[in-house]
């Protein structure tokens, strides 16, 4: 049988096609690619492409797509999250793992109801189940809109505000459901709280 005798300069012109091709992908995939998505991206959605940041007397407060950890009474208090070592860890996104038939869980909820009913002793509505469960992610910036109306008559006795005055300020950050039939009307907790720190409380009227 006859070979085709290996020489340099046959192993170059088999070599050179495969190079030229590593460096022409190399360069449309990770630079020219990258380059036009980014640019795209910061001249049609400039905010939501530097992660949706909000941002309060020029410093950077939080972004509208990673929840916060509100403990304070006038405050609005988001979902739980599971992430360790603290909640809404953005570099550790996830659940809990913990099935329906869970004693843990059980557990986990019954606490959450408990400090829901310590912080507001008068409220006997039902406590929203957004409330009391993490979600998948662990990073839920919203909450839905029976879980912010629970938390009115709360906030507003914490502020010194007139609980119309804060269902107002929930209804004006409510969010509809996207394309106008996908998803539940929502509210972003942080931009709530900031708008909730922006309003003075309202002087006592004297009698």
């Known amino acids: 049988m006859n070979k085709t005798p290996t020489t340099p300069s046959g192993a170059v012109s088999v070599l050179r096609p495969a190079l030229v091709l590593f460096v022409l992908l190399s360069v449309v995939t990770g ?14 959605v400039p905010q939501q492409a530097n992660g949706s940041l909000i941002e309060r007397d020029g410093k950077v407060v939080g972004s509208a797509l990673i929840g916060q ?23 550790a996104s996830g659940g809990s793992n913990l099935g329906p038939t869970s004693p843990a869980l059980t557990e986990a909820v019954q606490a959450r109801i408990a400090a829901l009913r310590t912080a507001d002793p008068g409220n006997t509505a039902t406590v929203p189940v957004d409330l009391v469960t993490a979600s998948a992610s662990g990073l839920d910036p919203h909450i839905s809109l029976a879980a912010a109306q629970y938390q009115v008559p709360r906030v507003a006795r914490a502020r010194g505000l007139p609980a119309d ?31 909730l720190d922006a309003t003075p409380p309202t002087p006592a009227q004297g009698g």
């Open 165 to 195: 005055a804060v269902s107002a300020l929930v209804a004006q950050h409510t969010e509809g459901v996207w394309l106008g039939f996908l998803g539940e009307p929502r509210v972003n907790v942080l931009a709530l709280n900031l708008a």
């Open 69 to 91: 950890a509100f403990t304070q009474p006038g405050h609005f208090w988001g979902r739980p999250s599971a992430t360790s070592p603290t909640p809404y860890n953005a570099a």
């Open 31 to 44: 630079l020219l690619y990258p380059w036009l998505v980014t640019g795209v991206a910061q001249v049609a």
